[in-house]
């Protein structure tokens, strides 16, 4: 135990001193999560939204003024019956359609709140989440206005209803999918890598006459890494919570379990890797390009599963990030527990023993 | 014990077609300098990685500290210490850090570690260096450091590989001063090298040409044997019949 500490704490010298190894672990995270990040901010301009005022009164006036004033909206119509909204849609001009109800200035200024109803089109998730987040900041602050002193509960309820993709999907299965192929990449060019330089450097050679047993040179290599990686995962998670407005509605101890699990099944592949390759570079290759591609077509975040070959469809259960994106897609999105993902996260649990067998079996202690 | 250090007998190693080491006998007592001579591509490596336990002999027998090759590795490792013949410490390392390294993997505890640590680092006279990136010493500084550490945990024999190559004459005058301390200690020395002066050094030496051994003796002895003034004259003598170019 005290020998397999000492080479952990080696591994961790490697790993702080050495500059390359430093920018994959925190470099590439947080390099993925902005750059998505961006993408997701980007600011709407003029979007063109039809507004069907039912009300006609002075309050809705105000309040449509308010918004033809702001710089992120054209406003169209200002008159539409409700069958006429789904026409507007597909036309795809139109990105977001605002219903103000009959009676609305009356149910404001009597009432207990007025309602407000605002339908988007979720087909471009980013557009309507960042739509729907403006129109509703302008209601607020209207009704700020007209109570200003008053500490009222909040009186216009805006009623979202996203379209054509009432689950937000995009940006949303983005995130996970990101995490599956961040910590895919970094567990198995790391482990790899540091194994195979040690190949390379001849090292290897004196700890394979140490008295050191092979296995535990193989788990020693992986400790640190697992270590590591779930760190990455925590600078992950909170970089989509705080800055992408990820929402986590499942249990995080779960989160973390299951992260550590598909962690697990990295470290143990990158070992694979690395008794399979002789040179950094080839490791390197292998871990980053070989494994960035299969991750990205047969995860599901970017090309839907359902819609593709069944040939292809088979082969996709072979990938681990899949079973993960599956488990956090579960877990951060919909909030579910244990019951329902407990068959992924064996699938994941299996993969992980078979590729850690294998590497061990195959990791030589004997070099030629 | 007055037990053989190294026993070898008919050892053999094949690569494909090609007989790396072809049926190599020879025995080492223990507390011997042995030196391990031969040409670029002779098979010095390859036999010595037979007998660490880092490659496994076609064919033949060998016995390592009493232990045997095939079956008792784990034995043999427990007694032995190695430099290979690329640089064996890590250079984004300390000194001290490879020495805690070295020292923990072969299970040396706290107080070992610090005192068999200090003794090292007094005796190298490396003492400012403590700290140092093993990167940014020296050459001769590194193998002599290599060489401590091989043998921190008082292996009965330790197996070095070229330990001197490309390392100027004094350090490897200073390097052969390690060596005699750690035999007159009773760690038996399996060397090889390339200098003829420092084959002058050992108790017996073999010389291999093309896989086999063709001499074995103490150094006076083969001097005579090819009535030759000097060692370099009688590996010359050997070395003339080897058809095995260098690689
Ligand atoms: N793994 C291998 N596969 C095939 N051939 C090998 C292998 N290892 C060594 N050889 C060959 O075996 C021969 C002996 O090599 P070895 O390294 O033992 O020589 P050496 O005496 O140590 O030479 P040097 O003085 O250059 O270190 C060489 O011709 C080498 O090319
Ligand atoms: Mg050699």
Redesign the interface.
């Known amino acids: 135990m005290?020998?397999f500490m000492?080479?952990v704490?080696?591994e961790f010298?490697?790993v702080f001193?050495?500059r390359r190894t430093l920018l994959i672990l925190f470099g590439l995270p947080i390099m993925q999560i902005l750059l998505f990040g961006y993408a997701l901010t980007t600011e709407i301009k003029n979007a063109q939204i039809v507004i069907a005022d039912h009300a006609k009164d002075a309050a809705s006036e105000q309040l449509i003024s308010r918004i033809a004033a702001s710089k992120y909206f054209t406003i169209n119509s200002v008159a539409l019956a409700d069958n006429e909204i789904e026409a507007a849609f597909r036309k795809g001009k139109v990105k977001c359609v605002v219903v103000i109800p009959a009676g609305f200035g009356n149910d404001l200024l009597h009432g207990n709140s007025a309602q407000l109803q605002i339908i988007a089109d979720a087909s471009d998730p980013n557009t309507a989440k960042t739509l729907t987040n403006y129109l509703t900041a302008i209601a607020t602050d209207y009704q700020q206005d007209l109570y200003p002193t008053a500490n009222v509960p909040l009186r216009i309820e805006p009623l979202t209803r996203m379209l054509y993709n009432p689950e937000m999907n995009g940006s949303m299965n983005f995130v996970p999918g990101v995490m599956a192929l961040v910590l895919m990449i970094i567990c198995t060019t790391l482990t790899s890598v540091s194994i195979v330089r040690e190949k390379e450097?001849?090292?290897m050679?004196?700890?394979?006459?140490?008295?050191?047993k092979p296995t535990y040179v193989v788990l020693a290599k992986a400790v640190p890494y697992l270590v590591l990686a779930l760190t990455d995962f925590v600078i992950i998670l909170l970089l989509s919570v705080f800055l992408l407005e990820m929402p986590v509605r499942g249990s995080l101890p779960l989160l973390f379990l299951e992260s550590m699990l598909f962690i697990i099944t990295c470290l143990s592949l990158g070992l694979l890797i690395s008794s399979v390759t002789s040179s950094q570079q080839m490791a390197m290759l292998v871990s980053m390009m070989g494994m960035m591609l299969p991750t990205i077509l047969f995860t599901g975040f970017i090309f839907p599963l359902e819609n593709m070959p069944v040939p292809l469809q088979v082969i996709s259960n072979l990938v681990p990030s899949r079973w993960y994106y599956m488990i956090v897609k579960a877990v951060m999105l919909k909030g579910l527990g244990p019951g329902v993902i407990w068959k992924e996260s064996l699938v994941l649990a299996g993969m992980t023993v078979v590729l850690l067998t294998i590497s061990i079996k195959t990791f030589k202690t004997?070099?030629? | 014990m007055n037990e053989r250090a190294i026993v070898c007998k008919g050892l053999t190693k094949r690569f494909g077609d090609f007989i790396a080491v072809n049926n190599i006998s020879f025995d080492v007592d223990q507390g011997e300098i042995f030196g391990f001579l031969g040409a670029n591509g002779a098979g010095k490596t390859t036999a010595m990685r037979m007998l660490c336990g880092l490659s496994y002999p076609t064919s033949g027998e060998a016995a390592v500290a009493g232990y045997n090759v095939f079956k008792q590795q784990e034995a043999i490792k427990r007694n032995i210490g190695y430099m290979s013949q690329k640089f064996s410490l890590y250079e984004s390392l300390t000194v001290k850090e490879n020495i805690r390294f070295y020292g923990g993997v072969y299970g040396l505890s706290d107080r070992q570690l610090k005192e068999k640590g200090d003794e090292l680092i007094t005796q190298l006279g490396m003492e400012n260096e403590v700290k140092k990136m093993v990167g940014s010493l020296p050459l001769g500084w590194k193998q002599k450091l290599a060489f401590s550490v091989a043998i921190i945990h008082q292996p009965r024999i330790v197996f070095l590989d070229e330990p001197t190559g490309g390392v100027d004459p004094v350090t490897r005058r200073q390097f052969w001063d390690l060596i005699y301390a750690a035999a007159e200690k009773g760690i038996t020395i399996f060397v090889t090298t390339h200098y003829m002066d420092e084959a002058e050094y050992c108790n017996r030496i073999s010389i291999m040409v093309d896989g086999r051994i063709d001499a074995l003796d103490t150094p006076a002895n083969l001097k005579q044997q090819f009535r030759a003034t000097s060692m370099d004259e009688v590996f010359y003598a050997l070395a003339r019949s080897a058809k095995r170019s260098a690689d």
Do not use: C, N, W, Y
């Open positions: 005290k020998q000492v080479f704490r080696k010298h490697h001193r050495d450097m001849g090292t050679e004196i700890l394979l006459v140490s008295p050191f004997r070099l030629a």
